[in-house]
């Protein structure tokens, strides 16, 4: 059984929830816990200088920058297999490596894009078309949204390079097999980018147990700064050579992929997250957890301890929502953690998303409708994409409570 830490304990680590908005769309961003902010804090005020000038706040401010990287391998189980590369965001780091790929591309090589992904991992893979590559879609179900292995195979050939798709849609909130779609590409001699910004700030990343090429998120999604993340492995960022100037070496990674370097602050952000980690996971001591010792077995009891705190969330939430006739839920209805996180996007047969958001916000709720960046997934499930979905999206700090009073005010609205 995980360890499942009391929720008002975890809120009071979390100075802005009690701002006044609940806030129940962290599918576009989490909130930080004190220990975050403080770090960034006091970098800012200490160790605000350029790095490997050799006096003591560049030395500090550099220890402080490889740390977080040390800390990222570790935190995505990554450590001695690959690499974390950081930057300003998932979006970027996905371009950076298209464009270090975009190189490689011959004449004919096929590129597996994703309908169900987010913009991120799909408009600039598109632009190797212009390298000689040849586009295929792994097409979504139009009803579901879902994705089908069967469909994935049908793509694969010889020829793939690449296979670009999302570990969990940020409309549908489902779980793709990551394992199974990586061993599929593998077999067919391509490699995976996986975009698990969705999936990251339910449940650990484990890229060691999915056997993936590369691997992105977004740190300020997960409790952290923001900045994103991309586990390259040794072997798949061996075939490419970084954008960055051309006297830094090839082989100087994870540098040679981070152009103009990353934010310092932000990675002192980054090493304060194993505090948050070790008290969601019952250490005695989270206060004295160090990016440095923080391993993976702390990771992933924090997030078997984020799951558990979820579970009634999510299952409160969809419920309260399926009593309505009129609400079509967009993603799975199971509640079921193995099946879906707590990200949940629905419409209504007659009320506006606009409308329903309204009336959550006018109540102090913070949610949001929209098509989410998953735009051609709305196009091919035939939804609008403006005004798009309604989609609320709790993570482990929120509680039944928020959810309840949510789908009370929005109650009378949705029986109709
Ligand atoms: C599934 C998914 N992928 C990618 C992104 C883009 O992330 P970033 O803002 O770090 O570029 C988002 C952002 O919402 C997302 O939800």
């Known amino acids: 059984m995980p360890h499942t830490p009391d929720v008002d304990a975890i809120r009071s680590q979390f100075p802005s929830l009690e701002r006044g908005t609940v806030l129940l769309e962290n599918a576009g961003g989490s909130q930080v816990p004190r220990y975050v902010a403080d770090a960034i804090r006091d970098h800012l005020l200490n160790d605000y200088v350029q790095l490997g000038a050799g006096y003591p706040a560049s030395d500090r401010a550099t220890a402080t920058v490889e740390r977080a990287h040390r800390f990222m391998d570790r935190f995505v189980n990554g450590q001695g297999i690959g690499r974390v590369i950081l930057g300003s965001s998932c979006t970027s780091l996905m371009h950076v490596l298209a464009h270090s790929i975009s190189r490689t591309i011959r004449p004919g090589d096929e590129v597996v894009v994703c309908e169900q992904g987010h913009e991120a991992n799909i408009g600039c893979w598109l632009e190797l078309e212009r390298h000689g590559a040849v586009i295929r879609w792994w097409k979504a179900d139009p009803k579901t949204g879902s994705l089908d292995l069967e469909n994935l195979r049908s793509v694969l050939s010889e020829r793939t390079r690449i296979v670009a798709f999302p570990h969990v849609s940020n409309l549908l909130g489902e779980i793709v097999d990551v394992q199974t779609a990586t061993a599929m590409v593998h077999a067919a001699g391509g490699r995976v980018v996986v975009d698990g910004v969705a999936y990251a700030p339910h449940r650990a990343i484990d890229v060691r147990a999915w056997d993936v090429d590369f691997y992105a998120w977004s740190t300020y999604k997960v409790y952290g700064p923001h900045m994103g993340g991309l586990f390259a492995r040794h072997d798949a960022i061996a075939e490419l050579e970084g954008p960055n100037h051309f006297f830094i070496p090839k082989d100087e990674i994870p540098y040679k992929f981070e152009l103009g370097g990353v934010s310092h602050e932000g990675c002192a952000g980054l090493c304060a997250l194993p505090r948050l980690l070790a008290f969601l996971a019952g250490d005695e001591r989270p206060a004295a957890a160090d990016a440095e010792t923080c391993d993976f077995e702390v990771v992933r009891r924090a997030f078997d301890a984020m799951a558990s705190l979820e579970a009634p969330v999510q299952k409160r939430l969809l419920e309260r929502l399926r ?42 709720f913070g949610i949001r409708h929209g098509h989410m960046y998953a735009h051609r997934l709305c196009e091919r499930m035939g939804i609008d994409i403006d005004p798009g979905v309604v989609r609320i999206s709790p993570v482990h700090y929120n509680t039944v409570s928020e959810v309840d009073r949510l789908c009370d005010v929005l109650e009378e609205s949705l029986s109709h």
């Open 323 to 364: 009593a309505h006739d009129s609400v079509k839920i967009i993603g799975p209805e199971s509640a079921d953690i193995g099946v879906r996180v707590s990200t949940v996007s629905m419409v209504h047969t007659s009320l506006d998303p606009r409308r329903i958001v309204e009336i959550a916000r006018s109540a102090g």
